[in-house]
């Protein structure tokens, strides 16, 4: 039997059903008007019974997503006939909501990536993770030591809005000091992933007259929170030495930077200019958001840079970090170190939203760091990844002599500037049919139009294997593109 679960447990098979049909017909595996297997056809396949098959098939036709014909079996439906079926009884009603949001986020401009990723054969994503990679093993063990009665009892409880103790003890003693940091407990909080920080610290630092310095180009979804909150966006200058601590700089009432590698070009922030910035913060009073996202694996030999954070002295440095990076994305476990006054709010802020993140995801997460398997992971990780990059760093500019790749240390991304004319877009899309994924560098820019020939190629995704037919496939298609 292809399908997981009892054969008894009809409600269950029927929805795994109704899942795979509908992840077809996305996917375009199924086009409108496509039949079906008969009931009794795909019953014999998956080893069911058909009923279960017809139940399926009955509640994939209620929701519009299939239409019965008669003798002629199960299609899928028309994309007007679902719509058709949907349609709200009062239309004016339906066209009234536009006029009643206070905000339109989904008109900013967002960074897209296939959710179907996984089925392209040549994913040179960023931020994403070859599923090989993950220590199952190892988190099975966590899991399993943070499931016995005493600690279930501990964690299931309503903590309202503080986290789970041992995470926070592990942040403190294994964790942050790899960054050079030493915090209290309660300088740390916990949150759903490093963007759930940034939206928080958003949130409580910018008000509508707040002068705000972002990166240029700069990670897209801080400017884009930042850009619902306040009017006051400067972009902050830079040399080949990063962020560059001017007059400009000193004018901003927060700051967000990602000098460990500048996302997205990777470029990493000596010593020398992180305490230029430092300095430059404190004579203009500016705060300072620290968004370290993949500081922990490195893919090299540890430099020894020290954090921002760990270079302040007068409290001005809120550092945001993430588990997602390493680990998995849909761990969504980050965190925040700042001075306690700030942890306070946040924890109030945050309760407003949500309460806490789920305990037992972080007595789980708390185990695997206890145990050892974190600085374990780490390990075999970056030697993977650092053979993906040894390989890209070889390979990309013998067949891609018209491009320039720029990788700062123990980066997880190519920061790739195409030629003189060259739409990254439209490469991008290309690509895709090929098979290759890419990430056009414009949505980065606060003109889009600055990064039109710039792309990134990240390397966590792909399997070694793949990566010389997958770079081989991108140069053939760019030199059509460059024509």
Not at 108 to 129: A, C, E, M, S, V
Not at 392 to 405: S, W
Request: aromatic residues 6%; proline residues 7%.
């Amino acid at each position: 039997m292809l399908f997981g679960g009892r054969s008894g447990d009809e409600p269950a098979l029927r929805a795994q059903i109704g899942r795979m049909v509908s992840e077809a017909i996305a996917a375009g595996l199924l086009a409108p008007g496509a039949r079906l297997p008969s009931s009794r056809g795909l019953a014999a396949e998956l080893g069911l019974a058909r009923n279960t098959v017809v139940a399926a098939y009955d509640a994939l036709i209620d929701a519009g997503v299939l239409v019965s014909r008669d003798r002629s079996g199960c299609f899928v439906a028309s994309p007007g006939a679902d719509a058709a079926r949907s349609a709200d009884p009062e239309p004016s009603a339906a066209g009234a909501w536009p006029g009643r949001f206070a905000i339109r986020p989904s008109r900013l401009p967002q960074i897209t990536k296939p959710r179907d990723w996984t089925r392209y054969p040549y994913p040179f994503l960023f931020g994403q993770f070859d599923a090989s990679l993950f220590p199952v093993a190892a988190w099975r063990e966590s899991v399993k030591a943070a499931s016995s009665v005493k600690e279930i009892n501990g964690w299931s409880l309503d903590q309202v809005d503080d986290d789970d103790r041992d995470l926070i003890e592990q942040l403190r003693l294994r964790v942050l000091p790899r960054r050079g940091i030493l915090a209290a407990p309660g300088e740390i909080m916990v949150t759903i992933g490093s963007q759930h920080a940034l939206s928080l610290l958003v949130q409580l630092l910018v008000a509508r007259r707040t002068v705000v310095g972002l990166e240029d180009p700069g990670y897209t979804d801080t400017r884009n929170m930042v850009g619902l909150a306040s009017d006051r966006i400067r972009p902050l200058a830079r040399d080949g030495r990063g962020i560059v601590p001017d007059a400009a700089f000193r004018a901003c009432d927060v700051a967000f930077v990602t000098i460990g590698h500048q996302c997205p070009t990777t470029a990493v922030t000596p010593l020398s200019r992180r305490r230029e910035l430092l300095a430059a913060a404190a004579e203009g009073d500016v705060v300072l958001v620290e968004d370290d996202y993949e500081a922990d694996l490195s893919t090299e030999e540890e430099v020894g840079l020290p954090s921002l954070k760990s270079l302040d002295a007068d409290g001005r440095v809120i550092h945001v970090g993430s588990f997602s990076k390493v680990l998995a994305p849909g761990l969504r476990v980050g965190y925040v170190v700042a001075p306690s006054p700030v942890v306070d709010e946040l924890r109030a802020l945050r309760r407003l939203m949500l309460r806490h993140p789920p305990t037992n995801n972080q007595r789980s997460l708390a185990a695997f760091v206890a145990l050892g398997h974190y600085r374990a992971h780490l390990a075999r990780t970056a030697a993977v990844l650092r053979q993906r990059a040894d390989l890209i760093a070889a390979l990309a500019p013998q067949l891609m002599p018209g491009c320039t790749f720029r990788r700062g240390f123990g980066a997880k991304s190519f920061w790739a500037e195409g030629p003189a004319g060259l739409d990254a877009r439209a490469l991008g899309r290309a690509l895709q049919r090929e098979g290759v994924l890419i990430e056009p560098g414009d949505i980065f820019f606060m003109d889009p139009e600055q990064g039109r020939r710039f792309f990134r190629l990240g390397f966590t995704a792909i399997p070694l294997q793949q990566i010389e037919p997958g770079l081989r496939r991108l140069a053939a298609v760019l030199a059509a593109c460059s024509r």
